[in-house]
């Protein structure tokens, strides 16, 4: 078993360029789901079992309920967030990939699709918080989470929650821009975290980590409580900043985290301290008849 599960991780590294030296500290650790490696961040969360909660758990009729991974109540010292990803956008280049970034561009009716069934999928949990970006492509999701709760009393705003934190990275003078036009070689750079070459007007992916960190800490810190249950909607780089801070993969290889659009991603958090447990699943897309999306530069 163990050297079918190390054969699967091997697997995963070579799609998506995560080293294999970073996956081999992962797999003395049970993954609770097979959609994508985990680290349980932990180790007295694997051994203690603290009482669970059961109001993580929606009424929802089961015959309703999209199935995805498996996952356990939360625990009633920890918090749990579902950070979820916006659908497909009207690329603003048309035929042209281009970069959109920080733009405020518009779900394609196929995106509008997905951020629903996002939202069906979590109809089956309680939620207590709903955040989401203050461009409209993730309030659109946010507002669709909220639509699917059962339980309305148990949300504490009946809007979603705006954080300026949660907004995409920003691309600055490279919006509107492909990847040839921008050239092979400054991008490569600028994945790579060399600030030198940040664009005008935008910013670098430690900077937006930073940014991201701190609003995630306010949403954790100042608004929800042990035993909460809440998501994020927002974006790709958003995300990916918020897995490789959980699954300690350097800020500068954060680029290979592959985040479909209008995927799941569930993390627990302490309850006292707002430090990252256990990421339970990466981008989980509930699977509902969906053409497959274009999912271009970001």
Known sequence: MFMKLTSILFAFALRTGITSAW????????????????????????????????SSISATSSSTIIQGPELPPVAATAKRLFFVRHGEVKNPGGDRPVFYGALDVSLSPLGEEEAIAAGDYLSQFVLSHVFCSPLKRAIFGAEKVLEGQANKKALKSKTPVVFDGFTELERGEWCGKTKDEIGEELMARFDACDESVTPAGGESFPA??????????????????????????SHLQVTRCILSEAMNIPTNEMVNIKIATASVTCIDYDGETNQPLTVHFQSFKPNVGLAVAKDGAN
């Open 23 to 54: 996956l081999l500290q992962q797999v003395s650790v049970s993954p609770t789901t097979t959609y994508f490696p985990f680290r349980r961040l932990s180790s007295a969360s694997a051994t203690s079992s603290p009482p669970l909660s059961a």
């Open 208 to 233: 937006l980590k930073r940014r991201v960190m701190e609003a995630l800490h306010q949403a954790l810190g100042q608004h929800m409580q042990m035993g909460d249950v809440g998501a994020i909607v």
